[in-house]
């Protein structure tokens, strides 16, 4: 049975009329377009689909659209602030922290919402908040660099 | 035909993985200017009319037949080139605009490029066997250079002087003694380009030489690098066409197994499915891949197959030696016999590679599109003009009607040399009258896609009194030839491949054979050296004549502080090292292992890697593939093994089959030898194949036990269950 369901996507009012049980990767994906938001496993285990709902980090393919009515959801196309990239996606750029770059999405995401709770993390808070986050690249060593980039492009920005 | 899987067949690999690419289509662009500049889009306005069919290929083998072929220069000095390389993330795509931008003598950004559209580009073999350094990067240098020569006449023309005392720099000529200078966009503007552009391209053109190089050498961004960050980058699961729907394909419960019947009545009836069967394939296509999930799930109740046998992951091994095609081995043996019986010692042990699963971010996509009875795909594969031809022969159309477009797409690691995808979102389009885009779920990539081939490896070797390798005997059954002759110095060395019959579809996978030979050979070495009571570093110099190899044992040894570890291995913590050469490029790495005997666990702590291939063409990128091959590397050795029974797989789930993540990356320090002597080799592959046997020397080192079988993981625990009995 569709259902109307109200919710925000990158500061931008959407209403949707679909099946609530779909997932919120899928709708972003299939219906709004926003590609960047990637699948990888559709199980929970890989974090190619991350985007934040109210500021904390999801895994899209595991939530329904019909959970996040009236939510705040970031995906990787709402972090740029025009022009200006986000400072994590920055940092990813500068460190090429990417090969393919199919999980960079959902590592910028994760990363953002790291750096919001650990402004200062250490080598243990990066890799224990990271680890669901698979890199089949394998470009971990660079994705962590980026990461501690970030921290410091954060405090200049301020 | 859901049923059957295009398997790779393994002499197709070999062939790949030796030399030059096996397949050979015979293909013509058939395209005209107008349609070019439309597909380029809006901002660049494409000069040159040359007649793009002249652009056909010799056989996959990279060389363009003329410049306009290959590249293309606008009125505002935008030059464009095209090739048939697809980027999965290993750095084509700027790895050739590179190669341009260096003989142009222009900056990386002025130069763009198109990939991997059939109905654009050369046909550049297929991406794979790491390749494109040596086989593509040669001809794209080449081009370049014959249309900076063409350039530089029209200037020495238009100025009535000698080209010679022209200078090309940053796309400018400049007539040295005037200081007169035209840019390449006045020079289009002064010569139509479109006959000077039918030039064949030179192979005798002079090169940039390394020494000179400003482009290549170094570490040039990826141009697509704020794509990817702003999420705006389109992978080939990203396409979206008008009209277009989501499919879904009934995959059989088991390996073999035949649709015996199915009822497709009440989703016909559902609203918004389109239904399809065509013999065994049965698929569905919706507005929404949940409509369309929901849709094949209701028919998955209602299909009865035909299934058959099909041998265990648990018997694999002997399985494939009971099958094993017997080869030579009779006429082999007794050349070494003579050797064998004059030894002073023998040693003689089977390894063991599992199958493994490529499992790359993206699993396998594809949209198709038809327009009056012609066929757009758009795919993530490895080789696009192939898959034109196997499009093209399933759907009975010419070549001419299908094309065939690979956006950058999210990984392969050698597993997407197949095009099924391609193949059924065309087939649910057809009937659909509309484009549609199917996505392999991971369960689907892990069990329809095929995978590295499993291996038994035999090896036999004898010393004789100095301690020194006599005799040498090498078989592999199953998993290919590739680096399969041993890099030491041995008298009569035997060494053979032998086929076997892979319950399994297998293919490439990056450095698929060559893993397991020099996992079993580096293995092997480090056995006799202990057997001769030598340290494993100087038998293997002893034994070695090849200055690259011993050059990067060398650095990898002295960076590591290998004569101070060797001596300080202990029951938990051992140090262990392997080397190896492969497609081109040679490979060193020591290892520093934590092992607990009892519980069956090693954590690999540091992994020092010292790896040659010849000139470094962009540093940023080498450094990120051999750090993505050491990582990629431990999940092979340590844990990743595909197991199945029944004809099903076990573990088709990220929770059950185990890739590196982030705890798992050890301290890793690699050194990359710039060797400028000789050309460049490929680099996304080789640094793999050391990996796994230094950690397994490491083992040894530390607990006194050979671990003989990658993954290691579950051999260790065997190992701790029979102690746990004994003690
Ligand atoms: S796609 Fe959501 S975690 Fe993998
Ligand atoms: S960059 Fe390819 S999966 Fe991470």
């Given at each position: 049975?569709?259902?109307?369901?109200?919710?925000?996507?990158?500061?931008?009012?959407?209403?949707?009329?679909?099946?609530?049980?779909?997932?919120?990767?899928?709708?972003?994906?299939?219906?709004?377009?926003?590609?960047?938001?990637?699948?990888?496993?559709?199980?929970?285990?890989?974090?190619?689909?991350?985007?934040?709902?109210?500021?904390?980090?999801?895994?899209?393919?595991?939530?329904?659209?019909?959970?996040?009515?009236?939510?705040?959801?970031?995906?990787?196309?709402?972090?740029?602030?025009?022009?200006?990239?986000?400072?994590?996606?920055?940092?990813?750029?500068?460190?090429?922290?990417?090969?393919?770059?199919?999980?960079?999405?959902?590592?910028?995401?994760?990363?953002?919402?790291?750096?919001?709770?650990?402004?200062?993390?250490?080598?243990?808070?990066?890799?224990?908040?990271?680890?669901?986050?698979?890199?089949?690249?394998?470009?971990?060593?660079?994705?962590?660099?980026?990461?501690?980039?970030?921290?410091?492009?954060?405090?200049?920005?301020? | 035909?859901?049923?059957?899987?295009?398997?790779?067949?393994?002499?197709?690999?070999?062939?790949?993985?030796?030399?030059?690419?096996?397949?050979?289509?015979?293909?013509?662009?058939?395209?005209?200017?107008?349609?070019?500049?439309?597909?380029?889009?809006?901002?660049?306005?494409?000069?040159?009319?040359?007649?793009?069919?002249?652009?056909?290929?010799?056989?996959?083998?990279?060389?363009?037949?003329?410049?306009?072929?290959?590249?293309?220069?606008?009125?505002?000095?935008?030059?464009?080139?095209?090739?048939?390389?697809?980027?999965?993330?290993?750095?084509?795509?700027?790895?050739?605009?590179?190669?341009?931008?260096?003989?142009?003598?222009?900056?990386?950004?002025?130069?763009?490029?198109?990939?991997?559209?059939?109905?654009?580009?050369?046909?550049?073999?297929?991406?794979?066997?790491?390749?494109?350094?040596?086989?593509?990067?040669?001809?794209?240098?080449?081009?370049?250079?014959?249309?900076?020569?063409?350039?530089?006449?029209?200037?020495?023309?238009?100025?009535?002087?000698?080209?010679?005392?022209?200078?090309?720099?940053?796309?400018?000529?400049?007539?040295?003694?005037?200081?007169?200078?035209?840019?390449?966009?006045?020079?289009?503007?002064?010569?139509?380009?479109?006959?000077?552009?039918?030039?064949?391209?030179?192979?005798?053109?002079?090169?940039?030489?390394?020494?000179?190089?400003?482009?290549?050498?170094?570490?040039?961004?990826?141009?697509?690098?704020?794509?990817?960050?702003?999420?705006?980058?389109?992978?080939?699961?990203?396409?979206?066409?008008?009209?277009?729907?989501?499919?879904?394909?009934?995959?059989?419960?088991?390996?073999?197994?035949?649709?015996?019947?199915?009822?497709?009545?009440?989703?016909?009836?559902?609203?918004?499915?389109?239904?399809?069967?065509?013999?065994?394939?049965?698929?569905?296509?919706?507005?929404?891949?949940?409509?369309?999930?929901?849709?094949?799930?209701?028919?998955?109740?209602?299909?009865?197959?035909?299934?058959?046998?099909?041998?265990?992951?648990?018997?694999?091994?002997?399985?494939?030696?009971?099958?094993?095609?017997?080869?030579?081995?009779?006429?082999?043996?007794?050349?070494?016999?003579?050797?064998?019986?004059?030894?002073?010692?023998?040693?003689?042990?089977?390894?063991?590679?599992?199958?493994?699963?490529?499992?790359?971010?993206?699993?396998?996509?594809?949209?198709?599109?038809?327009?009056?009875?012609?066929?757009?795909?758009?795919?993530?594969?490895?080789?696009?003009?192939?898959?034109?031809?196997?499009?093209?022969?399933?759907?009975?159309?010419?070549?001419?009607?299908?094309?065939?477009?690979?956006?950058?797409?999210?990984?392969?690691?050698?597993?997407?040399?197949?095009?099924?995808?391609?193949?059924?979102?065309?087939?649910?389009?057809?009937?659909?009258?509309?484009?549609?885009?199917?996505?392999?779920?991971?369960?689907?990539?892990?069990?329809?896609?095929?995978?590295?081939?499993?291996?038994?490896?035999?090896?036999?070797?004898?010393?004789?009194?100095?301690?020194?390798?006599?005799?040498?005997?090498?078989?592999?059954?199953?998993?290919?030839?590739?680096?399969?002759?041993?890099?030491?110095?041995?008298?009569?060395?035997?060494?053979?491949?032998?086929?076997?019959?892979?319950?399994?579809?297998?293919?490439?996978?990056?450095?698929?054979?060559?893993?397991?030979?020099?996992?079993?050979?580096?293995?092997?070495?480090?056995?006799?050296?202990?057997?001769?009571?030598?340290?494993?570093?100087?038998?293997?110099?002893?034994?070695?004549?090849?200055?690259?190899?011993?050059?990067?044992?060398?650095?990898?040894?002295?960076?590591?502080?290998?004569?101070?570890?060797?001596?300080?291995?202990?029951?938990?913590?051992?140090?262990?090292?392997?080397?190896?050469?492969?497609?081109?490029?040679?490979?060193?790495?020591?290892?520093?292992?934590?092992?607990?005997?009892?519980?069956?666990?090693?954590?690999v702590k540091r992994v020092c890697e010292a790896f040659e291939c010849g000139p470094i063409q962009n540093p940023g990128n080498l450094l990120a593939q051999v750090q993505g091959c050491i990582i990629m590397g431990l999940g092979g050795a340590l844990r990743e093994e595909i197991k199945f029974e029944n004809g099903k797989i076990l573990n088709a789930s990220f929770s059950n089959y185990y890739v590196p993540k982030f705890k798992d990356v050890p301290e890793i320090d690699v050194h990359l030898v710039n060797n400028t002597e000789i050309a460049s080799a490929g680099a996304g592959e080789t640094p793999i194949i050391a990996v796994a046997p230094a950690i397994s020397n490491a083992i040894f080192a530390a607990a006194g036990f050979r671990v003989r079988s990658m993954p290691?993981?579950?051999?260790?625990?065997?190992?701790?269950?029979?102690?746990?009995?004994?003690?």
């Amino acid at each position: 049975m569709n259902k109307e369901i109200l919710l925000f996507v990158n500061d931008r009012e959407q209403k949707i009329v679909t099946d609530p049980q779909r997932t919120l990767l899928e709708v972003l994906r299939e219906d709004l377009k926003l590609t960047g938001t990637n699948f990888g496993c559709n199980e929970g285990l890989c974090g190619a689909c991350t985007v934040l709902i109210d500021g904390e980090p999801n895994h899209s393919c595991m939530v329904r659209i019909g959970e996040v009515e009236y939510k705040w959801i970031t995906t990787i196309e709402g972090l740029a602030k025009g022009e200006k990239l986000h400072p994590v996606q920055q940092a990813f750029l500068d460190e090429e922290a990417f090969q393919c770059g199919y999980c960079t999405p959902g590592m910028i995401l994760n990363a953002v919402a790291l750096l919001q709770k650990y402004p200062n993390p250490t080598d243990e808070q990066i890799i224990e908040w990271m680890n669901g986050n698979i890199c089949r690249c394998n470009g971990y060593p660079k994705i962590i660099s980026a990461i501690r980039r970030a921290v410091k492009l954060i405090k200049e920005d301020k | 035909m859901s049923a059957k899987i295009k398997s790779i067949n393994i002499n197709e690999i070999i062939e790949l993985e030796n030399e030059e690419s096996v397949f050979k289509p015979d293909w013509e662009v058939q395209i005209d200017r107008r349609t070019f500049v439309q597909l380029l889009g809006a901002g660049i306005l494409v000069v040159v009319t040359g007649d793009f069919a002249e652009g056909q290929m010799r056989r996959g083998g990279g060389q363009a037949a003329t410049v306009a072929a290959r590249l293309q220069i606008s009125q505002d000095g935008v030059i464009t080139v095209m090739t048939g390389k697809v980027d999965e993330g290993q750095g084509c795509r700027t790895q050739l605009l590179q190669a341009a931008a260096e003989e142009l003598r222009v900056s990386p950004n002025q130069v763009r490029m198109i990939l991997a559209d059939t109905s654009l580009v050369p046909d550049d073999g297929m991406t794979a066997g790491s390749r494109t350094t040596p086989n593509n990067v040669p001809p794209v240098r080449q081009a370049a250079a014959t249309a900076r020569d063409i350039l530089t006449q029209i200037a020495a023309e238009q100025w009535k002087v000698d080209a010679k005392n022209l200078q090309v720099q940053n796309g400018i000529v400049t007539n040295t003694a005037t200081k007169e200078s035209l840019t390449y966009g006045e020079l289009t503007k002064i010569k139509n380009l479109s006959e000077s552009f039918k030039q064949t391209v030179s192979s005798n053109v002079t090169l940039t030489a390394v020494s000179n190089w400003k482009v290549l050498g170094s570490s040039v961004p990826k141009p697509t690098g704020r794509d990817i960050v702003t999420g705006s980058h389109i992978y080939p699961s990203d396409i979206m066409r008008p009209n277009m729907l989501y499919g879904k394909v009934l995959r059989p419960p088991s390996y073999g197994a035949t649709l015996k019947s199915v009822d497709l009545s009440k989703v016909k009836e559902m609203k918004d499915v389109i239904v399809v069967q065509e013999g065994q394939f049965v698929g569905v296509a919706a507005p929404t891949t949940f409509l369309a999930s929901q849709a094949i799930d209701a028919i998955a109740k209602t299909a009865s197959w035909n299934t058959v046998s099909h041998p265990s992951s648990k018997e694999i091994y002997q399985y494939l030696r009971d099958n094993a095609r017997s080869g030579q081995r009779g006429n082999a043996r007794s050349r070494t016999s003579n050797a064998f019986s004059q030894a002073n010692k023998v040693l003689s042990e089977t390894y063991y590679t599992a199958y493994i699963q490529h499992t790359p971010m993206e699993p396998r996509a594809a949209v198709a599109e038809w327009n009056n009875g012609s066929l757009t795909a758009w795919a993530g594969i490895d080789y696009p003009q192939r898959i034109q031809g196997d499009l093209a022969r399933a759907f009975n159309i010419s070549n001419e009607r299908v094309r065939v477009i690979v956006p950058d797409m999210g990984g392969g690691f050698g597993g997407k040399h197949t095009g099924q995808a391609a193949e059924e979102a065309a087939r649910l389009a057809k009937a659909a009258g509309r484009p549609v885009s199917i996505r392999w779920t991971r369960a689907d990539e892990f069990t329809w896609a095929y995978f590295r081939p499993a291996a038994v490896i035999d090896c036999r070797a004898g010393l004789d009194e100095n301690g020194s390798i006599m005799a040498w005997e090498f078989t592999n059954i199953n998993s290919g030839n590739a680096a399969l002759n041993t890099p030491y110095r041995i008298p009569n060395p035997v060494e053979q491949y032998v086929s076997s019959d892979s319950p399994l579809s297998q293919g490439p996978y990056r450095c698929l054979a060559a893993t397991a030979n020099n996992f079993a050979r580096e293995c092997f070495i480090d056995e006799l050296a202990a057997a001769a009571g030598a340290d494993p570093l100087e038998f293997r110099l002893k034994h070695l004549d090849n200055q690259r190899i011993k050059t990067v044992l060398d650095t990898a040894a002295k960076h590591f502080d290998w004569e101070t570890k060797r001596k300080k291995n202990t029951r938990e913590t051992g140090f262990g090292l392997a080397c190896g050469t492969e497609k081109g490029s040679v490979v060193a790495v020591c290892v520093e292992v934590g092992v607990n005997v009892k519980n069956g666990t090693i954590e690999v702590k540091r992994v020092c890697e010292a790896f040659e291939c010849g000139p470094i063409q962009n540093p940023g990128n080498l450094l990120a593939q051999v750090q993505g091959c050491i990582i990629m590397g431990l999940g092979g050795a340590l844990r990743e093994e595909i197991k199945f029974e029944n004809g099903k797989i076990l573990n088709a789930s990220f929770s059950n089959y185990y890739v590196p993540k982030f705890k798992d990356v050890p301290e890793i320090d690699v050194h990359l030898v710039n060797n400028t002597e000789i050309a460049s080799a490929g680099a996304g592959e080789t640094p793999i194949i050391a990996v796994a046997p230094a950690i397994s020397n490491a083992i040894f080192a530390a607990a006194g036990f050979r671990v003989r079988s990658m993954p290691m993981i579950p051999a260790m625990i065997e190992h701790a269950k029979k102690i746990s009995v004994i003690t």
